[in-house]
Every structure is written in structure tokens, then in C-alpha cells.
């Protein structure tokens, strides 16, 4: 299995943006045949899907709680998925992660069974 980077993380205050980045971690890999999944995950929590996109692009989910806020999109060219979040909220601070081929239907969103290749993720603190 493919090992994804992600990348973008950092501090903003509540109501800011920032754009997350995953890309794999050898560059000769293509995700362009690749679902992606965004999750993330904060201390107190167990791991949660948040987003998802189709291998080319023209499908997306969300859960409920970033619906709106947060887009996915990738650029195959450029071998990156990307989450744009907007309008940050505290409840928002966590560890994000990306991964392949993740089961998507609807707001619901999870790792395919067996799926073990996560990576560092990147944090991702809203704070003022």
C-alpha cells in the first residue's frame, strides 16, 4: 500500500482557513486511480472520516460537521488531494490524515477494511 504525506497543518484562529495537502510518499506512485479519504482525529476521540473524493474527481462526500466548510479537490497532475477549510472552529482542532480507497456512501466515510498504512498526519489547532 501506498504511504500518503500530509502536509499544511498549523494554528489559526477560530474563523480562519488553512488547506491541507496528500501526496504520496514516492513520487513515482499516481493517486490519479485513488479515491482519497480525509480523516482526522483528536485526543479524546476515536479516528473519523470527514471527506472524500473519487479517483477523477467529480464526486464528493462530507460529514456533516465540515459540510460547507471544507472542500476536497485534487489536481491529478500535480499528484495532490487537497482540503480547504474554512471558517475553523475549535471542534475542529485534530490530527488529519489521508488515505486510499476509502468507503464512501453519502455523509458516512471509513478506512477500506485493513486499511493500515496511515501516516504522521498533520495537527491542526484552532485557537485564538
Known amino acids: 500500500q501506498v504511504q500518503l504525506v500530509e502536509s499544511g497543518g498549523g494554528l489559526v484562529q477560530p474563523g480562519g482557513s488553512l488547506r491541507l495537502s496528500c501526496a504520496a510518499s514516492e513520487s513515482t506512485h499516481s493517486l490519479g486511480h485513488n479515491a482519497i479519504g480525509w480523516f482526522r482525529q483528536a485526543p479524546t476521540n476515536e479516528r473519523e472520516g470527514i471527506a472524500c473524493i473519487s479517483d477523477s474527481g467529480r464526486l464528493t462526500y462530507y460529514e456533516g460537521s465540515v459540510k460547507g466548510r471544507f472542500t476536497v479537490s485534487r489536481d491529478n497532475a500535480k499528484n495532490t488531494v487537497y482540503l480547504q477549510m474554512n471558517n475553523l472552529k475549535p471542534e475542529d482542532t485534530a490530527v488529519y490524515y489521508c488515505?486510499?480507497?476509502?468507503?464512501?456512501?453519502?455523509?458516512?466515510?471509513?478506512?477500506?477494511?485493513?486499511?493500515?498504512?496511515w501516516g504522521q498526519g498533520t495537527q491542526v489547532t484552532v485557537s485564538s
Open positions: 488515505a486510499t480507497d476509502p468507503v464512501c456512501m453519502g455523509s458516512r466515510i471509513d478506512p477500506r477494511p485493513g486499511y493500515n498504512s
